[in-house]
């Protein structure tokens, strides 16, 4: 029975002897108040870990064969959870069993997927809460929280008759941050303290063995004290799906749907470098639902494309720009596509200019493959691509607009990365230590240098832009394909597109 119950009890028997003995409603209100209160306050130090639980366990089990690409994290974590499985074998050896696993990576890459999986592998009860559910304004409470939290994830497991139990704490940067960090740092301090405390406790003697998972995206900010040997024993990367990974994962995603022979899923994957599972799985949902709305009976490629859009941009507006601003915008939008295309041949995917989330319209390239290490020459391409909207529109119209200011922020950024690198005319340096002064003039000489090139490059190129931009306004979306076909007749025939 718990504190809740007795206090209802009470507070029952209190109300009805005080009807009985004095009928005045004065005191009865104030004592309904007083056990309201109590009432509230019992409830906050007893949060439901098990309800959690128990709605995770009614789930489908999810399978490792479930989780897209993530090799390496999926390899590393089965030979951990062999200890889960071996209780016999570890203790014969002497071996010192691993008691935390800590899952690190960006937000979406499946690391709630692979403690899942590690649960249903070992055959494991499995218990989920999140960093943030243990820190409270009142001393003492997340401590207390979190001595529940492995007693009830011991009783879930006996009540589940499994000798294992997985505990997976999703933000656990919010419970386990560096000590002394926080401004009511003695609550968190005391949480974090009790948790290593719980941790150091586990066993392979005990009745049930607990293995406690973490996931971060800011592994930084964890305290020490917490991943060393003996705590959080391994620390698994759960990075970014590479090209395969994402194919995987888009395959998973898209298998209870129906999907048209003809689309080449290998071309989405590419287009997707940087995208998280969990972006893959909303792609193929959106994709879906574009299909559904059009009322074709299968997802084609058309609709995975628009799709990538959707999930990078956001949906599209009804914000419409009036003629002569729609006009500037295409004539923006070619000049990126019409740099991209020049100085990395094949690498535009889409230009349109429909307008989604922020964006009045946008240019998409698609890298041929992964790309994990830039150089110079490739650095600086991308910055005359970022410059290639504004320096179209001083050519074609005669001026800039305020629409370049998110390309030239993200030139600025290249630029920094160039000096950062040691690539730079200013050799090895460490950016924060550059006076401000020499930083600022080197960031300029590296794009007044890109920006020259690109007004070369499209000086010769004005109708050429012209001719794409109209498309572009009839048409809102022109393909790289398209593109590519127009700079060829344009090369074929180079008094035709100079104007
Ligand atoms: P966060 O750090 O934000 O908590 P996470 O890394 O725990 O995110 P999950 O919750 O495991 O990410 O993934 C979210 C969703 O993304 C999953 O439900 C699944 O649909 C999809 N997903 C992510 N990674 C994969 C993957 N590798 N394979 C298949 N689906 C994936």
């Not at 305290?223 to 799906?241: E, I, T």
């Not at 995208?275 to 995975?304: C, D, P, V, W």
């Not at 050799?427 to 550059?434: M, N, R, Y």
């Not at 003039?441 to 490059?457: H, K, S, Y």
Request: aromatic share 6%; glycine share 8%; proline share 4%.
């Amino acid at each position: 029975m718990r504190i809740r119950d007795v206090l209802m009890g009470v507070a029952v028997a209190l109300v009805i002897i005080l009807l009985w003995y004095q009928p005045s409603f004065i005191p009865i209100v104030f004592l309904a108040g007083l056990f309201f209160l109590l009432f509230r306050f019992s409830s906050f130090k007893t949060p439901r870990f098990s309800a959690v639980g128990r709605s995770l366990a009614k789930r489908k089990p999810v399978g490792f064969d479930q989780i897209g690409g993530q090799e390496v994290a999926k390899k590393e974590l089965l030979e951990a959870l062999d200890f889960l499985l071996k209780p016999q074998q570890i203790r014969r050896m002497g071996i010192r069993p691993i008691k935390g696993i800590m899952l690190v990576g960006p937000p979406g890459t499946g690391k709630t997927l692979l403690a899942k999986a590690a649960a249903s592998y070992t055959q494991s009860s499995f218990l989920s809460v999140a960093g943030s559910e243990f820190i409270e304004m009142y001393a003492g409470v997340g401590a207390q929280r979190v001595r529940r939290l492995f007693a009830e994830c011991r009783a879930k497991a006996r009540q589940e008759h499994k000798k294992s139990a997985i505990l997976f704490i999703d933000e656990i940067d919010i419970l386990g941050g560096k000590r002394g960090m926080h401004s009511s740092h003695l609550e968190y301090d005391q949480t974090l303290n009790q948790f290593l405390v719980e941790l150091d406790g586990l066993g392979c003697h005990d009745d049930v063995n607990i293995l406690v998972i973490g996931a971060t995206n800011r592994p930084e900010i964890l305290d020490p004290a917490l991943l060393r040997p003996g705590r959080f024993d391994r620390v698994v990367r759960v990075d970014l799906p590479d090209l395969e990974g994402r194919l995987q994962i888009l395959k998973l995603h898209l298998t209870n749907k129906p999907l048209d022979r003809q689309v080449d899923l290998k071309k989405i994957a590419r287009e997707t470098f940087g995208f998280s599972g969990a972006h893959l799985e909303n792609l193929a949902n959106e994709a879906a639902i574009l299909a559904m709305r059009q009322n074709e009976a299968t997802i084609k490629e058309h609709h995975l494309v628009e799709a990538v859009d959707k999930v990078i941009l956001g949906e599209k507006l009804d914000r419409k720009p009036d003629r002569e601003e729609l006009w500037r915008v295409a004539v923006h939008e070619t000049g990126h596509a019409l740099v991209s295309e020049i100085v990395n041949p094949g690498s535009v995917s889409t230009v349109t200019i429909t307008p989604r989330g922020k964006a009045l319209g946008y240019m998409r390239q698609h890298p041929e493959r992964d790309y994990y290490l830039h150089t110079l020459e490739y650095l600086e391409r991308q910055i005359a691509v970022q410059l290639g909207g504004s320096v179209s529109e001083k050519l074609i119209l005669g001026s800039r607009s305020t629409g370049a200011i998110g390309d030239f922020n993200q030139a600025v950024e290249l630029a920094k990365k160039i000096i950062g690198a040691g690539l730079s005319s200013l050799g090895v340096v460490s950016i924060k230590d550059l006076p401000r002064g020499l930083l600022h003039r080197t960031i300029r000489q590296i794009i007044n240098a890109q920006e020259q090139c690109v007004t070369d490059l499209l000086a010769g190129q004005k109708g050429l832009i012209k001719e794409i931009a109209s498309i572009l306004v009839d048409e809102e979306k022109i393909s790289g394909e398209l593109l590519r076909e127009k700079i060829t007749v344009a090369r074929d025939e180079p008094r035709q597109a100079v104007l």
